[in-house]
């Protein structure tokens, strides 16, 4: 009778109890199927009818029985859930979030304050043509001073990697008459590598063009950002030097950011540090790009941006700043 196991497994408590159920009526010597032997007793018109009434039990069985067997389940699973709990009252903090790469922090603070006085930023391909990187900079082919510049070539005589910001000064002139106000920082190349070089690096071009720009105006703008990455203690000095894309030339000098010019070994007892190369625009540039020298002047200034990060946080390797250690990184 149906009402037998249907008794059995309502009173179970287990998936096991449920099981041995199972197998107590569905087994091979179960009591249902034990049914299937009366079978062969039973007349021809009695037969069909038995046999059909066999498998409504089973059928009726398997429907109860999964019933349970989903019932205690779900009480299973209910019991494990209401274990675990949120504690909803733990604070968040500390987030584990990320920070801006010292060299990142420097670019953004020099733009800053270049924006603020009014430059535009400047952008430039990495991949330069000889022309903008050294032809139009007044650096032909033959001039010697290429040599300085440790060239990635790509392509023997025509594409190379930058190797400088100033390209940029050439592509803007191109396309914008005078005045001209901008800075340009971005990523160089070079063949070399040192405690203070690497073949990638960073630069801030500055290129300001106009009537009547003169190299006071040049020693005041450096002067203004010196004081605002270092501190307005700090002196500024041009010392006479060459580049063939400005005339006059000259190397930036700033009282060592360590004993505040007094000398020390930073500065090889002498008190002063160089940061920057700059002059008034070579009037053989403003020809290759179509400005008159005779009407307009300028002035351009460059410089590292890993060299002024590691003066600014007194940091004596630059290939510190690329081996990605978060040891060293979560210091800024
Ligand atoms: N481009 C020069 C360099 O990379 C720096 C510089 C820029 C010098 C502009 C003068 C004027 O060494």
């Not at 569905?26 to 079978?39: A, D, E, F, P, Y």
């Not at 630069?203 to 063009?209: D, R, W």
């Not at 002067?223 to 060459?242: A, E, M, N, T, W």
Request: proline share 5%; with cysteine; hydrophobic share 35%.
């Amino acid at each position: 009778k149906a009402s037998e196991f249907e008794e059995e497994i309502e009173k179970s408590s287990s998936l096991d109890e449920l099981n041995s159920i199972r197998i107590k009526y569905m087994g091979k010597k179960g009591m249902i199927s034990l049914l299937n032997k009366v079978l062969g007793t039973l007349s021809n018109e009695e037969r069909p009818k038995m046999g059909e009434a066999i498998q409504n039990l089973r059928n009726n069985f398997e429907t109860k029985f999964t019933e349970k067997a989903n019932t205690i389940k779900k009480a299973l699973k209910d019991a494990a859930l209401s274990q675990k709990y949120i504690d909803v009252t733990l604070s968040p903090y500390p987030f584990n979030k990320g920070s801006l790469h010292p060299v990142k922090k420097i670019y953004d603070e020099i733009v800053d304050v270049f924006t603020a006085a009014g430059y535009s930023v400047a952008q430039g391909p990495e991949i330069e043509d000889d022309f903008h990187n050294f032809e139009a900079l007044n650096l032909p082919k033959s001039h010697p001073a290429r040599d300085m510049q440790d060239t990635f070539y790509i392509d023997e005589n025509n594409i190379v990697l930058r190797t400088h910001t100033s390209p940029v000064q050439v592509r803007v002139m191109e396309s914008q008459k005078p005045p001209v106000k901008i800075i340009a920082p971005g990523t160089v190349y070079r063949c070399d590598y040192d405690q203070t070089h690497s073949p990638m690096f960073h630069q801030i071009e500055g290129l300001v063009v106009d009537k009547g720009i003169t190299m006071a105006d040049l020693k005041g703008t450096l002067k203004l950002f010196i004081s605002r990455i270092f501190g307005d203690d700090l002196d500024v000095r041009l010392r006479p030097s060459f580049f063939p894309f400005t005339e006059p030339s000259a190397e930036v000098d700033m009282g060592c950011v360590h004993c505040r010019g007094k000398g020390c070994r930073m500065c090889k007892g002498t008190g002063w540090i160089e940061i920057a190369g700059c002059g008034m625009v070579n009037p053989a540039v403003f020809k290759h790009v179509g400005i008159d020298p005779e009407v307009y002047s300028g002035f351009a200034f460059g410089m590292g941006i890993e060299r002024i990060a590691l003066l600014k946080y007194g940091i004596d390797d630059i290939r510190l700043f690329y081996e990605n250690s978060l040891k060293f990184l979560k210091q800024f």
